[in-house]
Nanobody, 120 residues
Framework: QVQLVESGGGLVQAGGSLRLSCAAS????????MGWYRQAPGNERELVAT???????NYADSVKGRFTISRDNGKNTVYLQMNSLKPEDTAVYYC??????????????WGRGTQVVVSS
């Protein structure tokens, strides 16, 4: 099994910054994609940003230029630096990690989520 532990959420004023972290552990042979998704009340879960092993990134249009995703392969950790936060960024943020476990099987793991609240 692969476990994900997220941290870094909280309450911040509009224009402020937060940094989310997600550490993966367990029977990991290789991690391919790492990413962040979010879900606001009444909305579907949506992609925020992803990063693949080679470092290529992909962002939702709504966060481009404000959020930066990065990863530390040695620590199996993905980060999301969120700057210039807006009230509409308020949501539960979920970490997602995909890869191959020690038995050669693909895995697709989700974190429990961390709440981000941006006040106006």
């Amino acid at each position: 099994q692969v476990q994900l532990v997220e941290s870094g959420g909280g309450l911040v004023q509009a224009g402020g910054s937060l940094r989310l972290s997600c550490a993966a552990s367990g029977s990991i042979f290789r991690i391919n994609n790492m990413g962040w998704y979010r879900q606001a009340p009444g909305n579907e879960r949506e992609l925020v940003a992803t990063i693949i092993g080679g470092g290529s990134t992909n962002y939702a249009d709504s966060v481009k230029g404000r959020f930066t995703i990065s990863r530390d392969n040695g620590k199996n950790t993905v980060y999301l630096q969120m700057n210039s936060l807006k009230p509409e960024d308020t949501a539960v943020y979920y970490c997602n990690v995909r890869g191959t476990n020690n038995w050669g099987r693909d895995f697709n793991s989700w974190g429990r989520g961390t709440q981000v609240v941006v006040s106006s």
